[in-house]
């Protein structure tokens, strides 16, 4: 069983930047491929990001390549998520998400085991 708290999420003007982070509770985090994901009111979750167990491999959603920045510290249990030039529609609430199950930075949603609480982010224009 692994618990995810994310964090970080907030109000930020059109351009800015905001850092997510999520804490896993994982004994044995590196075991897990990472992942970010969003959700938007009356939309699906859409994937954004994720890191591969090592940490050596990252995957992004064309829609924030070269803007978002996925990262992860195994001796801290962490996984981050940079978030620069932000736009009004990346306004979402971000989830934090592990995966057991798959290798190789898996994207769709049901792929993940594990999933935080969320956190919101709102980008005014």
């Known amino acids: 069983q692994v618990q995810l708290v994310e964090s970080g999420g907030g109000l930020v003007q059109a351009g800015g930047s905001l850092r997510l982070s999520c804490t896993a509770s994982a004994r044995t985090f590196s075991i897990y491929d990472m992942g970010w994901f969003r959700q938007a009111p009356g939309k699906e979750r859409e994937f954004v990001a994720a890191?591969?167990?090592?940490?050596?491999?990252?995957s992004h959603a064309d829609s924030v390549r070269g803007r978002f920045s996925i990262s992860r510290d195994n001796a801290k249990n962490m996984v981050y998520l940079q978030m620069n030039s932000l736009k009004s529609e990346d306004t979402a609430v971000y989830y934090c998400a592990a995966s057991s199950r798959f290798t190789g930075l898996p994207r769709p949603p049901t792929y993940y085991d594990y999933w935080g609480q969320g956190t919101q982010v709102t980008v005014s224009s």
């Open positions: 890191v591969s167990r090592s940490g050596g491999s990252a």
